[in-house]
């Protein structure tokens, strides 16, 4: 029954975002996995819509959909947007990925843009951004700044996207306490404050004094600050709701991204691809460092520049959690092995959910 | 450690709490109002909102009742007066909620919140382990507690508590009686929309001192689950929403401690726990119709 009831919100939802009359050269599309008023990975993606109509003015006209649920009801959403003039249409969340690949194959005049997925078409480019490298720092930061040597990691579901994440974390604290020990728990959800804020006071309650999170909320920030305990803003810059606890955010700036491709749907010149970009290109951006003493900042500044410079922080020695060899010394993960990443790497105290 | 357990498990269970109390006196009467998410939600944004702009968390609490009770009179004059469909009006009032919420929160989100001060019960919070737990909470939850108690007593030991039921089990013969079914039932679905705001308020000032779009994440629905988990007595929905929150915050400490559950199993458990004791309560079939109301979700229009 309740799923049922979700189900006729769903679709009012759905029949209730109305569409305006065209006027513009090109009509540009957003999906959106939460509401944009998250003030984490929506939010994010809907400054960078913002930007877009902002930077073209009256030549693009832009609509968004938000809270769409991953599956079915998405592939409806897309389609609506592909059948009602969309030009271009971005959609912002990884369980869109076969949805959108079904709708591009009917529409083949649209082009659409899928976020962190891997299944690309003519019509069907991916984009993503290398938030690992923005882990990798704060991973260094959680090592040098924990007393008891133990970081909790809430984490939303194992995707690829946030495998990585957590290994790329761990790989940073062990290159300055090889010892260092990192609890994982699974929420199984983007979006839930509450949920997110109880995981946090669990790890919390066991022993961690470094919380991170891949989840969208800023509720295991803010419960960082009142147990008095540090954390990292996710998506963007959540100092406000941590003033003493924030030590840096790993923000997502999509605004570059979405201006280029939609000035190259303007162009004639759009062509299906795999963006993957980090700190080098401003996709990912760290916040400014907080609460931390000099030296944690030089060193996170430091390897900021490394990663500039063309390091990757998936560069061997990598050793799974097996014990096997993921990459010997030097050698450099491939994008393809970092991108569909579904193993650990040694020293996280967890089994990976399958 | 377990102290830290339970004082966790506490603020995950009030709000389901709270807005499961409220719903159970709304259906004792006979009314379904499903609209529970969307007035707890417009009770978050609106307590948030006043308590950011007055600087006053008390006065937040009392704006957000109101605007649950706002919500509720809407749903009230639509199903009471105008007769309209429960179920449908109940997931209107959802929808409105949620997008109407959003609506007004635009311009507070990213701003900090204010949190409900704790309440310290002199010498009983010094007691240990006992008094952090139990008198050491902020307000809401000790008004939760009072309010199952009041709810208790007003329902089955009192007069107007009978009058109640007695419009929820038949309204017919209630009306012949010479009672005022729409007036009653207008009241209980006030009284509940109320419980719902408070609800909000709690998620906006106390569990998560923020406010986001959708915070309340289908607290609402669970709250509603729990009505019927608990056929109808307010104790039960203690016992109710107390096992859906421990069984969450355990499932994250398991997860902490690395015992090697699936994360996915350990995420349905509070759902599969739910079906568990519904089925061994609907077992007994007998008990379970004595306490649902027989009117409920049934129109009543007075013939005259």
Known sequence: MKSILRGAVAALALTAAGSVAQAADLKACFVYVGPVGDFGWSYQHDQGRLAVEEHFGDRVETAYLESVPEGPDAERAIERFARDGCGLIFTTSFGYMNPTIKVAKKFPDVKFEHATG?????????????????????????????????????????????????????????????????????????????????????????????????????????????????????????????????????????????????????????????????????????????????????????????????????????????????AADGVRLEDGAILGMNWYVKGIDDKLPQ | MFEAVLLTVITAATPLLIAAVGELVVERSGVLNLGVEGMMIMGAVVGFAVANQTGSGSLGVVAAIVAGMAMSALFGFLVLILVTNQVASGLALTILGLGLSGMIGEAFIGVPGLRLPELYIPVLSEIPFVGPVFFQQDALVYVSFLLVGAVSYMLFKTRAGLILRAVGDNHVSAHALGYSVVRVRFMATLFGGACAGLAGAYMSLAYTPQWVENMTAGRGWIALALVVFASWLPFRVVAGAYLFGAVTVLTFHAQAQGLGIPSQFLSSLPYLATIAVLVLISANRRLTLVNTPACLGKPFVPDR
């Open chain 1, 118 to 326: 891997y299944k690309t078409a003519d019509n069907v480019a991916t984009y993503n951004s290398k938030f690992h490298e923005g882990r990798y720092i704060i991973g260094q930061i959680a090592a040098k700044q924990s007393k008891t040597g133990v970081a909790g990691y809430i984490a939303s579901f194992p995707i690829p996207e946030v495998v990585s994440g957590i290994n790329a974390f761990m790989l940073g604290a062990q290159s300055i306490n090889p010892d260092f020990k990192l609890k994982v728990v699974w929420v199984n959800t983007w979006f839930d404050p509450g949920k997110e804020a109880d995981a946090a006071k669990a790890l919390i309650d066991q022993g961690a004094d470094i919380i991170t999170q891949h989840t969208d909320s800023t509720a295991p920030l803010q419960v960082a600050q009142e147990r008095g305990v540090h954390g990292f803003g996710q998506a963007s810059d959540m100092i406000n709701f941590a003033k003493d606890a924030q030590y840096t955010a790993i923000i997502d700036d999509w605004a570059p991204y979405y201006i280029e491709r939609v000035q190259e749907v303007l162009d004639g010149k759009w062509h299906s691809h795999s963006a993957w970009d980090g700190i080098s290109e401003g996709h990912v951006v760290m916040a400014p460092y907080t609460n931390l003493p000099d030296d944690v900042v030089e060193m996170a500044k430091a390897t900021e520049a490394k990663i500039k410079g063309g390091w990757e922080p998936f560069t061997g020695p990598i050793t799974k959690q097996d014990g096997t060899e993921a």
